[in-house]
């Protein structure tokens, strides 16, 4: 099969930056760059760093900038509704410290988050060459061309971990606003402690909210309070290709759900159709979860209960496809209580994100759920106050929303030029 010319010229190109990388290496005699090369991924929300780590996998990906050879700054520059610009900076540390430059790649309006996604990935790997070539990982890199071939990987050499892949984070803050007629105040913290491992992954996740409303009529004031909080965990296993087990366990505290205190622990099963590796780009699971919990309302629920345990079993079904042509999300979830089957819930969702045809795109998305499990809500009729500001749960027999937009782009495809005056 004849290459292309384009495809000739990156190869060539791509080719001369690695030798000219390792050249640097072997003229500065005493600098090694050691068995791994470390990177910062320093993206914003729409980019998809797993997505990144899964095609680039020769490398070692760190969470703080201090602790990597080579951090990576992505920006995106939108040009109105042509299309988006992705600036990418590669800035070295260490011996790295003089190799800094940047690449732009343009993302037109028309096209889809996978080809975006894979348009700024081809970037950072063009990005990543010269530090590679400089590297003694380089024996195990590939460059590769437009031509067919086979699909090489490389791993990266196991990593010396103090904190035993252990990353924690806090967070903690409140709000306060104030009217002559009315005054709120808004409480938070939580902690969430992940340990992930392509064999295991923990979380650990304590959480709580505090929420006061005020209402002054006259000489009255009504008052609106809320709590809620609680600890989430689980621990997953990975069994193979396809196969996951793991446990959850959640304590839950709301006024809101007429709960003091809920304490449930659920062993789980799942299976995927497609490798898990694959999951940046398509997924089907089917998962099994059985339930076991004790639950303390506040108030007496419709079923004569100050607390009970319940026995409950939930079978999901879910898929997630990121293609070309677009994205599409869905599930499906069965859940019922083993001592009444008629305590149940069905939950059906989905998300469409379609490319009809250049320049123009659907999105729809829709939820609805049965409900038939509300457990806790309380015997005692809600007040009229209760009600307007939303202190306790209702009873409802059924969700449903739903959204759709068209959008159709036209016009130059060659817009894509960075252009900051003004812009602040």
């Known amino acids: 099969m ?4 384009k495809a000739r010229v990156l190869f060539f190109v791509m080719l001369a930056v690695i030798i000219i990388g390792n050249s640097s290496v072997i003229n500065a005699g005493n600098q090694d760059a050691g068995n791994s090369l470390s990177v910062f991924l ?6 998809d760093a797993d997505f990144i780590r899964q095609e680039i996998p020769v490398v070692e990906y760190v969470r703080d900038r201090a602790q990597a ?3 990576i700054i992505m920006s995106i520059h939108p040009a109105g509704a042509a299309g988006s610009t992705y600036t990418i900076s590669f800035i070295g540390r260490g011996i790295y410290q ?6 732009s790649y343009w993302a037109p309006a028309s ?3 996978d080809q975006t996604r894979r348009g700024y990935t081809r970037k950072i790997k063009m990005g990543l ?3 590679i070539g400089a590297a003694s990982i380089s024996d195990r890199m590939v460059i590769e061309y437009l031509a067919p071939g086979p699909e090489i990987t490389a791993k990266a ?4 971990d103090p904190w035993n892949y252990w990353i924690i984070e806090s967070y903690g803050g409140g709000s306060y606003s104030r009217e002559e007629t009315r005054n709120s105040l808004h409480l938070r913290y939580g902690i969430f402690a992940d340990r992930i491992t392509a064999e295991r992954k923990t979380r650990l996740r304590p959480y709580g909210n505090y929420y006061e409303r005020n209402f002054i009529t006259g000489d009255t004031t009504i008052t609106s309070t809320s709590v809620r909080g609680g600890f989430d965990s689980y621990h997953i296993i990975s069994l193979g290709d396809h196969w996951g087990v793991g446990a959850f366990g959640d304590i839950f505290i709301s006024t809101f759900h007429n709960l003091n205190f809920s304490g449930e622990i659920s062993p789980a099963i799942e299976y995927s159709l497609f490798p898990y590796r694959e999951a940046t780009r398509r997924s089907i699971t089917l998962a099994w979860r059985f339930g076991l919990g004790y639950y303390d309302y506040v108030e ?3 079923f004569d209960k100050t607390e009970e345990f319940l026995y409950g079993q939930a079978l999901v079904l879910s898929a997630d496809f990121r293609q070309p042509w677009g994205n599409i999300r869905a599930g499906l979830t069965g859940f019922h209580h083993f001592h009444d089957f008629r305590s149940n819930r069905t939950e059906l969702s989905g998300v469409l994100n379609l490319r009809i045809v250049e320049g123009l795109a659907l999105n729809l998305s829709a939820s609805f759920n049965l409900i038939n499990d509300l457990v806790a809500i309380p015997k005692a009729d809600l007040s009229l106050e209760e009600i307007l500001l939303e202190q306790r749960r209702r009873a409802s027999s059924y969700e449903f929303s739903a959204n759709v937009g068209l959008s159709y782009t036209f016009g130059s495809r060659v817009t894509g030029v960075f252009n900051p005056r003004l812009s602040h």
């Open 42 to 47: 320093d993206l914003p929300g729409q980019a």
């Open 300 to 302: 007496e629920t419709i």
């Open 2 to 5: 004849e290459i292309s010319p």
């Open 98 to 103: 003089d190799k800094d430059y940047q690449l």
């Open 157 to 160: 050499e196991p990593v010396r």
């Open 69 to 71: 050879d080579i951090h």
């Open 129 to 131: 060459a010269p530090f």
């Open 111 to 113: 096209d889809t988050f």
